[in-house]
Protein backbone atom coordinates (compact mmCIF):
# COMPACT_ATOMS: atom_id res chain seq x y z
CA UNK A 1 0.00 0.00 0.00
CA UNK A 2 1.44 3.24 -0.83
CA UNK A 3 0.71 6.99 -0.49
CA UNK A 4 1.17 10.01 -2.36
CA UNK A 5 0.55 12.78 -0.24
CA UNK A 6 0.23 13.47 4.05
CA UNK A 7 -3.34 13.74 3.78
CA UNK A 8 -3.93 10.50 1.86
CA UNK A 9 -1.36 8.90 4.82
CA UNK A 10 -3.16 6.39 6.95
CA UNK A 11 -1.85 7.20 10.31
CA UNK A 12 -1.92 3.70 12.52
CA UNK A 13 -1.98 3.28 16.46
CA UNK A 14 0.10 0.54 17.22
CA UNK A 15 -0.80 -0.87 20.64
CA UNK A 16 0.56 -3.94 23.02
CA UNK A 17 2.72 -4.65 25.69
CA UNK A 18 5.75 -3.01 26.07
CA UNK A 19 7.33 -4.54 29.39
CA UNK A 20 10.48 -6.45 28.33
CA UNK A 21 12.97 -6.29 25.63
CA UNK A 22 11.00 -9.01 23.56
CA UNK A 23 7.72 -7.11 23.94
CA UNK A 24 9.22 -3.90 22.61
CA UNK A 25 10.90 -6.13 19.46
CA UNK A 26 7.74 -7.33 18.42
CA UNK A 27 5.93 -4.01 18.68
CA UNK A 28 9.24 -2.37 16.79
CA UNK A 29 8.53 -5.12 14.02
CA UNK A 30 4.95 -4.81 13.44
CA UNK A 31 5.56 -0.73 13.27
CA UNK A 32 8.39 -1.45 10.97
CA UNK A 33 6.46 -3.46 8.37
CA UNK A 34 3.58 -0.91 8.63
CA UNK A 35 5.89 1.95 7.79
CA UNK A 36 7.53 -0.16 4.72
CA UNK A 37 3.87 -0.52 3.19
CA UNK A 38 3.38 3.45 3.31
CA UNK A 39 1.32 3.84 7.20
CA UNK A 40 2.48 6.69 9.18
CA UNK A 41 2.83 4.71 12.68
CA UNK A 42 2.45 6.15 16.45
CA UNK A 43 4.39 3.49 18.41
CA UNK A 44 3.92 4.77 22.40
CA UNK A 45 7.61 3.89 23.46
CA UNK A 46 9.25 4.98 20.61
CA UNK A 47 7.29 8.13 19.92
CA UNK A 48 5.83 9.35 23.25
CA UNK A 49 7.53 11.09 26.52
CA UNK A 50 10.44 9.84 28.19
CA UNK A 51 9.22 9.04 31.44
CA UNK A 52 12.28 9.07 33.08
CA UNK A 53 13.85 12.25 31.30
CA UNK A 54 10.25 14.03 32.87
CA UNK A 55 10.27 12.46 36.08
CA UNK A 56 14.29 13.87 36.69
CA UNK A 57 12.91 17.29 35.94
CA UNK A 58 9.95 17.07 38.36
CA UNK A 59 11.93 15.65 41.09
CA UNK A 60 14.48 18.04 40.80
CA UNK A 61 12.24 21.05 40.99
CA UNK A 62 10.77 19.52 44.16
CA UNK A 63 8.21 17.08 43.58
CA UNK A 64 8.05 13.91 45.80
CA UNK A 65 9.01 10.83 43.12
CA UNK A 66 5.59 8.93 44.28
CA UNK A 67 3.99 12.16 43.08
CA UNK A 68 5.57 13.36 40.21
CA UNK A 69 4.91 9.83 38.94
CA UNK A 70 1.31 9.90 39.54
CA UNK A 71 0.81 12.61 37.27
CA UNK A 72 3.26 11.98 34.60
CA UNK A 73 0.85 9.01 34.39
CA UNK A 74 -2.09 11.26 33.78
CA UNK A 75 0.05 13.40 31.06
CA UNK A 76 1.33 9.95 29.21
CA UNK A 77 -2.64 8.86 29.20
CA UNK A 78 -3.94 11.79 28.40
CA UNK A 79 -1.25 11.54 24.99
CA UNK A 80 -1.97 8.36 24.42
CA UNK A 81 -5.76 9.03 24.38
CA UNK A 82 -5.24 12.40 22.00
CA UNK A 83 -3.40 10.25 19.49
CA UNK A 84 -5.93 7.19 19.41
CA UNK A 85 -8.79 9.36 19.24
CA UNK A 86 -7.79 12.07 17.34
CA UNK A 87 -4.22 11.81 15.56
CA UNK A 88 -4.50 8.10 14.36
CA UNK A 89 -6.99 6.66 11.83
CA UNK A 90 -6.45 3.31 12.89
CA UNK A 91 -5.56 0.75 15.55
CA UNK A 92 -3.25 -2.08 15.07
CA UNK A 93 -3.36 -4.34 18.17
CA UNK A 94 -1.35 -6.78 19.20
CA UNK A 95 -3.03 -9.44 21.48
CA UNK A 96 0.00 -11.33 22.19
CA UNK A 97 0.85 -12.66 25.98
CA UNK A 98 -0.49 -15.52 28.49
CA UNK A 99 -3.57 -12.43 29.01
CA UNK A 100 -3.52 -9.19 26.38
CA UNK A 101 -1.88 -6.31 27.64
CA UNK A 102 -3.91 -4.26 30.02
CA UNK A 103 -3.03 -0.69 28.31
CA UNK A 104 -3.98 -2.14 25.02
CA UNK A 105 -7.09 -3.74 26.04
CA UNK A 106 -8.42 -0.26 27.13
CA UNK A 107 -7.01 1.22 23.85
CA UNK A 108 -9.19 -0.88 21.70
CA UNK A 109 -11.56 -0.43 23.39
CA UNK A 110 -11.74 3.57 22.77
CA UNK A 111 -10.87 2.85 19.38
CA UNK A 112 -13.62 0.54 19.01
CA UNK A 113 -16.08 3.25 20.65
CA UNK A 114 -14.87 5.79 18.19
CA UNK A 115 -15.58 3.76 14.92
CA UNK A 116 -12.14 3.25 14.01
CA UNK A 117 -10.74 0.27 12.22
CA UNK A 118 -8.64 -2.32 14.08
CA UNK A 119 -6.63 -5.13 13.38
CA UNK A 120 -5.65 -7.21 15.58
CA UNK A 121 -2.57 -9.63 15.88
CA UNK A 122 -1.97 -12.80 17.49
CA UNK A 123 0.30 -15.77 17.19
CA UNK A 124 0.58 -16.76 20.96
CA UNK A 125 -1.79 -20.51 21.92
CA UNK A 126 -2.38 -19.35 25.34
CA UNK A 127 -5.58 -18.31 26.10
CA UNK A 128 -8.04 -17.84 28.72
CA UNK A 129 -11.73 -19.96 27.20
CA UNK A 130 -10.32 -23.32 25.31
CA UNK A 131 -7.61 -21.90 23.01
CA UNK A 132 -10.24 -19.07 21.97
CA UNK A 133 -9.52 -15.00 23.13
CA UNK A 134 -12.44 -13.74 25.18
CA UNK A 135 -15.06 -12.75 22.95
CA UNK A 136 -15.13 -9.60 24.45
CA UNK A 137 -11.95 -8.51 23.13
CA UNK A 138 -12.17 -10.27 19.72
CA UNK A 139 -15.43 -9.36 19.29
CA UNK A 140 -14.27 -5.82 18.58
CA UNK A 141 -12.37 -6.95 15.41
CA UNK A 142 -14.93 -9.44 14.05
CA UNK A 143 -13.49 -12.39 15.63
CA UNK A 144 -11.09 -12.29 13.11
CA UNK A 145 -7.11 -12.19 13.79
CA UNK A 146 -3.95 -11.99 12.08
CA UNK A 147 -1.68 -14.47 12.73
CA UNK A 148 1.89 -13.19 10.92
CA UNK A 149 3.38 -9.96 11.33
CA UNK A 150 3.98 -9.71 7.36
CA UNK A 151 0.13 -9.91 7.02
CA UNK A 152 -0.78 -6.98 9.32
CA UNK A 153 -0.71 -4.35 6.45
CA UNK A 154 -3.02 -6.22 3.86
CA UNK A 155 -5.14 -6.78 6.73
CA UNK A 156 -5.66 -3.37 7.69
CA UNK A 157 -6.09 -2.13 4.15
CA UNK A 158 -9.31 -4.28 3.79
CA UNK A 159 -10.22 -3.48 7.33
CA UNK A 160 -10.24 0.22 6.35
CA UNK A 161 -11.85 -0.49 2.88
CA UNK A 162 -14.80 -2.41 4.86
CA UNK A 163 -15.28 0.55 7.62
CA UNK A 164 -17.41 3.14 5.76
CA UNK A 165 -19.08 4.83 8.89
CA UNK A 166 -16.89 7.83 9.81
CA UNK A 167 -15.32 7.94 13.11
CA UNK A 168 -17.07 9.63 16.12
CA UNK A 169 -16.07 13.82 15.71
CA UNK A 170 -13.84 15.34 18.32
CA UNK A 171 -17.52 17.52 19.39
CA UNK A 172 -19.55 14.04 19.84
CA UNK A 173 -16.90 12.69 22.30
CA UNK A 174 -18.37 12.51 25.94
CA UNK A 175 -17.07 15.05 28.33
CA UNK A 176 -14.02 13.48 29.79
CA UNK A 177 -12.91 12.12 26.38
CA UNK A 178 -12.87 15.45 25.00
CA UNK A 179 -10.91 16.51 28.08
CA UNK A 180 -8.12 14.01 27.79
CA UNK A 181 -8.26 14.79 24.07
CA UNK A 182 -7.41 18.56 24.67
CA UNK A 183 -4.74 17.97 27.55
CA UNK A 184 -2.87 15.18 24.91
CA UNK A 185 -3.07 17.71 22.05
CA UNK A 186 -1.45 20.84 23.73
CA UNK A 187 1.21 18.06 25.39
CA UNK A 188 1.68 16.67 21.63
CA UNK A 189 2.20 20.02 20.45
CA UNK A 190 5.02 21.03 23.15
CA UNK A 191 6.84 17.96 22.43
CA UNK A 192 6.95 18.96 18.55
CA UNK A 193 9.34 21.62 19.72
CA UNK A 194 12.87 20.49 19.46
CA UNK A 195 14.94 23.12 20.87
CA UNK A 196 17.58 20.54 22.66
CA UNK A 197 18.10 22.68 25.39
CA UNK A 198 14.39 23.49 26.81
CA UNK A 199 12.76 20.45 25.05
CA UNK A 200 11.90 18.02 28.20
CA UNK A 201 11.80 21.12 30.68
CA UNK A 202 9.28 22.55 28.34
CA UNK A 203 7.39 19.41 28.50
CA UNK A 204 7.48 19.37 31.90
CA UNK A 205 6.60 23.00 32.49
CA UNK A 206 3.37 21.43 30.03
CA UNK A 207 3.00 18.33 32.21
CA UNK A 208 2.92 20.54 35.80
CA UNK A 209 0.65 22.87 34.39
CA UNK A 210 -1.89 20.32 33.11
CA UNK A 211 -1.68 17.55 35.79
CA UNK A 212 0.36 18.27 39.00
CA UNK A 213 -2.14 18.15 42.08
CA UNK A 214 -2.67 22.06 43.10
CA UNK A 215 -0.48 21.91 46.45
CA UNK A 216 2.41 23.70 47.21
CA UNK A 217 5.89 22.07 46.59
CA UNK A 218 7.68 20.96 49.71
Known amino acids: MSHETDADVVRVYCAGPLFNKAERSEMSAIADVLGEA ?3 VYLPHRDGMEFRLILNILVERGWPAPTAAHFLHAAIFALDVYQLAVECDAM ?17 AIAWTLGKPIVAYKDDVRSLIAGRVNPLLVGMVDFETCEEITEIPDELAGAILRHTEPPLAEDQMPPRL ?18 ANFHDRLIADVVTELFAPSQEVF
Open 178 to 195: RKAVQDGRRLWMTMGERD
Open 38 to 40: GYK
Open 92 to 108: VWNLNGRTPDEGAVSEA
